[in-house]
């Protein structure tokens, strides 16, 4: 692929035989007959910006440590442009990724046995990396519609807090699995909600960029009475960055003093050509996600006609941001995982969605970022599954 090509779409430009020579995750973890939409990757060559920094770093020798703030530079630039919200680098701080970054954030914030509240159908490792540090996973459920429940989160911060313990929130903004893009009512009342109860409000961001019109993403931070709270965010989904890691904690205004004690080694762990990739692509890589996002909302177009086509039973309520799609299957009785089924029979790989807590049985996880035609032929041998 020529890496130099105009911006369009980039879902576009590589073909089965060229994605199947990758070697990460989603193209490796099943066999060759088995078609894969289900890790966060996109299949899409890197945008020029990022090949071109990289290529330049590889042939000069620059793969030292990380250093300067040039991350949070960038990423200031682009949420100032995307966004109308200033990120200011003096409160900010590299870490390895944004998952690594909220178990760092919830070091400083809560202790073992506190509470961190989550708002399911919710990305698996949330659970894991709270668990994993001792806290409780308190579950304040997304409603019918996918959307954020004031009257639910202010139960849950009620008991998280009972007995005097710390609580911290973990916003997933876009969400991630349903692709809801919260609205600035939404936040603001989470926020107010937070405050009333003293819950820290962690921010995962990650997929920010990928928020097409007419919906508009709201950055947490930028809300009054947010203040308390961090943020997270990264390149790496908008750009397919995953294997390059590197992303950006950023505090609120009251939690600055909190971010100042993340320890020294944490900022050890991003990879120096991460921060560059990363710094391009928010810097330089406008154009090309401009074209990503176009593509994307083709698919999610796509996605819901093909199911309608296909498989009329599957509920599927196309996403706000992200490149997810989550399906409702609870009508095609496969029992409560059906990405098991269509792997068996239809040897197309999904996210099952039994991981994702409360709401997900009978679901499984879509990913669209890809070709039009390997969309369509994932559809197929779905229906043909069943």
């Known amino acids: 692929m020529n890496p130099e090509a ?8 590589l073909t089965p035989a060229e994605l199947r020579r990758r070697t ?15 890790v966060a990757e996109m299949d899409v060559p890197l945008a020029e910006p990022v090949s071109r920094v990289l290529t330049e770093a590889i ?12 991350y949070a530079e960038a990423l200031g630039g682009f949420s100032a442009k995307r966004w109308n919200w200033e990120v200011e680098p003096a409160r900010t701080a590299l870490v390895a990724d944004v998952m690594q970054g909220m178990v760092e954030l919830l070091k400083l914030v809560t202790r073992p046995g506190d509470a961190v509240v989550v708002s399911p159908p919710l990305y698996p490792p949330v659970y894991w990396f709270a668990r994993n540090l001792g806290r409780t996973v308190v579950e304040a459920p997304l409603d019918g519609a996918g959307r954020l429940d004031p009257a639910v989160l202010e139960d849950a911060f009620r008991g998280a807090v009972a007995g005097g313990r710390s609580a911290a929130y973990l916003l997933c903004s876009p969400h991630n699995p349903t692709g809801t893009v919260h609205t600035a009512a939404e936040l603001a009342a989470l926020a107010g909600l937070a405050d009333a109860y003293g819950v820290r409000v962690i921010a995962d961001e990650i997929h920010a960029p990928l928020v097409p019109p007419p919906a508009e ?20 989904k908008a750009w ?11 505090a609120g205004t009251e939690a600055a003093e909190d971010l100042a004690r993340l320890p020294e080694e944490v900022g050890h762990g991003p990879s120096h050509l ?9 810097a ?29 039973q599957v509920r599927y309520r196309q996403p706000e941001g992200t490149y997810l799609g989550w399906l409702d299957c609870r009508e095609l009785g496969l029992g409560p995982d059906p990405a098991a089924v269509f792997l068996e029979r239809g040897r197309v790989a999904l996210t099952a969605g039994t991981d994702f807590g409360t709401g997900g049985a009978g679901h499984a996880r879509l990913n669209l970022a890809t070709s039009p035609a390997l969309l369509t032929e994932a559809v197929r041998r779905m229906a043909a599954a069943v």
């Open 6 to 13: 105009p911006p369009g779409n980039p879902l576009t430009r």
């Open 24 to 38: 990460s995750a989603k193209w490796r973890a099943y066999p060759e007959d088995v078609l894969p939409v289900w």
């Open 59 to 70: 042939a000069l020798g620059d793969t030292g440590y990380a250093a300067g703030t040039g």
């Open 217 to 236: 993403h709201v950055p947490y931070l930028s809300l009054p009475g947010a203040q308390q709270g961090f943020a997270l965010l990264s390149a790496s």
């Open 240 to 250: 397919n960055l995953a294997g390059l890691k590197a992303a950006v904690a950023v």
């Open 274 to 282: 991460g921060v560059m990739a990363h710094s391009a692509a928010f």
């Open 284 to 312: 330089e890589g406008g154009a090309w996600l401009d074209g990503l996002l176009a593509g994307l909302d083709e698919n999610r177009g796509l996605l819901a006609s093909l199911l309608a086509e296909q498989l009329p």
